[in-house]
Nanobody, 121 residues
């Protein structure tokens, strides 16, 4: 079993910053493609950002480009999402995810429990 654990969510004012972190534990014998999804109440889960297993390829949804930065940590299968210039529209539960095969996280196989991000206006 592989488990993903997120941290760093919270309440922040519009225009503020927040940094999310995710770490994998368990049978992590390989490096995974990792990234983040988010889901607001009553809405579909949407892709936010991803980074390839070697850190060489980064992907962002258009709405966060220029504001969010994804990076891999020094520890194996860790990932962070630096979120700047936050907007109320960014309010959602953010989920860490990992994919064995594609850097764009087309078919995640592992999911975290989620961490709440709330941006007040």
């Amino acid at each position: 079993q592989v488990q993903l654990v997120e941290s760093g969510g919270g309440l922040v004012q519009a225009g503020g910053s927040l940094r999310l972190s995710c770490a994998a534990s368990g049978r992590t014998f390989i490096n995974y493609n990792m990234g983040w999804f988010r889901q607001a109440p009553g809405k579909e889960r949407e892709f936010v950002a991803a980074i390839s297993w070697n850190g060489g390829n980064l992907y962002y949804t258009d709405s966060v480009k220029g504001r969010f930065t994804i990076s891999r940590g020094n520890a194996k299968n860790t990932v962070a999402l630096q979120m700047n210039s936050l907007k109320p529209e960014d309010t959602a539960v953010y989920y860490c995810a990992a994919d064995h095969t594609t850097a764009t996280l087309d078919r995640p196989v592992y999911w975290g429990q989620g961490t709440q991000v709330t941006v007040s206006s």
